[in-house]
């Protein structure tokens, strides 16, 4: 069967082809990188902590602190927790000020976005510290703890 | 109907559906090669491969559409350009559901580097659709009878 050398041959090809091309491109990546100690080492400032979903809801209660929300702007629009702003991880440059111009610097901030694995709030929380906010705290996989625990949200009002 | 016809009609169709899966695979092969980096961030983002493979995998793969796609179209080594395009497929849509699974909110990385294209049943759908495509494809190459002849080279 004719597949059993061109499947080889299309590999090689296409290997000599990528790691040939990252070589002569402007931003070549190294081959190997150690993913998860840079996104863990890169992600918490001494600013920013994790916070349980019982403190987070106490901080709510009292009105102490605020919820931004990381995910996608389509994802905060289905539903969000209750008061939360949104500031998409990717376009948090662009908006920040915009969301956060009425926030004092010592006012605690609690960043969630949604899964046990997901680094959306985490990268928001640091990019909130560098911005010199001093309380930033993070609830990670938020979204599906808070609605596990019947906590309070904001759903998309049906129109009529 | 004739069997002549049957095999024009199949040759028609087995064109066109080169056509659009190679242009699908190339569409998608180019962003990631053009972004790499990024690429590789949404490869760790499904937490499938180790990390000392991630960079490898997000250089390698782009390419590996955009050719077999480009062998799609032209025409080249038809046999294993399908196959490979079928075993693509399925691993996409098996990395797709595992994620899904596991409850995971991440950027698909199908045909963008933007983390605003969520995964959900839709991708996996669309992924589907695709891939019977190009079991159909498998089918024409492998019964020579309907094998559609190259633009350039018949095989």
Same mark, same amino acid.
């Given at each position: 069967?004719?597949?059993?050398?061109?499947?080889?041959?299309?590999?090689?090809?296409?290997?000599?082809?990528?790691?040939?091309?990252?070589?002569?491109?402007?931003?070549?990546?190294?081959?190997?990188?150690?993913?998860?100690?840079?996104?863990?080492?890169?992600?918490?400032?001494?600013?920013?902590?994790?916070?349980?979903?019982?403190?987070?809801?106490?901080?709510?209660?009292?009105?102490?602190?605020?919820?931004?929300?990381?995910?996608?702007?389509?994802?905060?629009?289905?539903?969000?927790?209750?008061?939360?702003?949104?500031?998409?991880?990717?376009?948090?440059?662009?908006?920040?000020?915009?969301?956060?111009?009425?926030?004092?610097?010592?006012?605690?901030?609690?960043?969630?976005?949604?899964?046990?694995?997901?680094?959306?709030?985490?990268?928001?929380?640091?990019?909130?510290?560098?911005?010199?906010?001093?309380?930033?705290?993070?609830?990670?996989?938020?979204?599906?703890?808070?609605?596990?625990?019947?906590?309070?949200?904001?759903?998309?009002?049906?129109?009529? | 109907?004739?069997?002549?016809?049957?095999?024009?009609?199949?040759?028609?169709?087995?064109?066109?559906?080169?056509?659009?899966? *190679?242009?699908?695979?190339?569409?998608?092969? @180019?962003?990631?090669? =053009?972004?790499?980096? /990024? %690429?590789?961030? +949404? $490869?760790?983002?499904?937490?499938?491969?180790?990390?000392?493979?991630?960079?490898?995998?997000?250089?390698?793969?782009?390419?590996?559409?955009?050719?077999?796609?480009?062998?799609?179209?032209? *025409?080249?080594?038809?046999?294993?350009?399908? @196959?490979?395009?079928? =075993?693509?497929?399925? /691993? %996409?849509?098996? +990395? $797709?559901?595992?994620?899904?699974?596991?409850?995971?909110?991440?950027?698909?990385?199908?045909?963008?580097?933007?983390?605003?294209?969520?995964?959900?049943?839709?991708?996996?759908?669309?992924?589907?659709?695709?891939?019977?495509?190009?079991?159909?494809?498998?089918?024409?190459?492998?019964?020579?009878?309907?094998?559609?002849?190259?633009?350039?080279?018949?095989?």
């Amino acid at each position: 069967m004719k597949a059993l050398w061109q499947i080889p041959i299309i590999l090689i090809i296409t290997i000599c082809i990528a790691f040939g091309y990252n070589q002569i491109r402007a931003n070549t990546i190294p081959l190997m990188c150690s993913w998860s100690e840079n996104i863990s080492g890169n992600t918490f400032s001494e600013y920013v902590s994790t916070i349980s979903v019982d403190e987070a809801a106490a901080l709510l209660n009292n009105n102490d602190a605020v919820f931004i929300d990381a995910r996608p702007e389509p994802f905060y629009n289905q539903g969000h927790i209750q008061g939360a702003l949104c500031l998409p991880w990717h376009q948090a440059e662009e908006k920040c000020f915009d969301v956060i111009e009425n926030i004092p610097p010592d006012k605690n901030i609690i960043t969630y976005c949604d899964g046990e694995s997901c680094v959306l709030s985490d990268k928001l929380a640091v990019f909130l510290c560098d911005l010199g906010f001093e309380q930033v705290h993070t609830l990670v996989n938020g979204w599906t703890i808070w609605n596990q625990n019947n906590l309070p949200i904001d759903l998309p009002k049906i129109s009529q | 109907m004739t069997t002549s016809n049957i095999l024009k009609i199949h040759r028609i169709i087995s064109i066109i559906v080169r056509f659009v899966l *190679g242009g699908i695979f190339i569409t998608a092969g @180019i962003p990631k090669i =053009l972004d790499t980096a /990024s %690429f590789a961030g +949404a $490869v760790f983002n499904y937490h499938l491969l180790p990390d000392i493979f991630i960079n490898i995998f997000a250089m390698t793969l782009p390419w590996l559409e955009v050719i077999v796609g480009s062998f799609l179209i032209i *025409g080249i080594w038809m046999q294993g350009t399908v @196959i490979l395009y079928n =075993l693509l497929m399925i /691993s %996409f849509i098996a +990395a $797709v559901y595992v994620n899904i699974s596991r409850g995971l909110d991440i950027s698909c990385g199908c045909f963008s580097t933007d983390p605003v294209e969520i995964i959900n049943m839709g991708t996996i759908l669309r992924d589907v659709v695709i891939l019977s495509a190009s079991i159909y494809l498998l089918f024409v190459v492998f019964i020579k009878k309907i094998t559609s002849d190259t633009i350039f080279t018949k095989n």
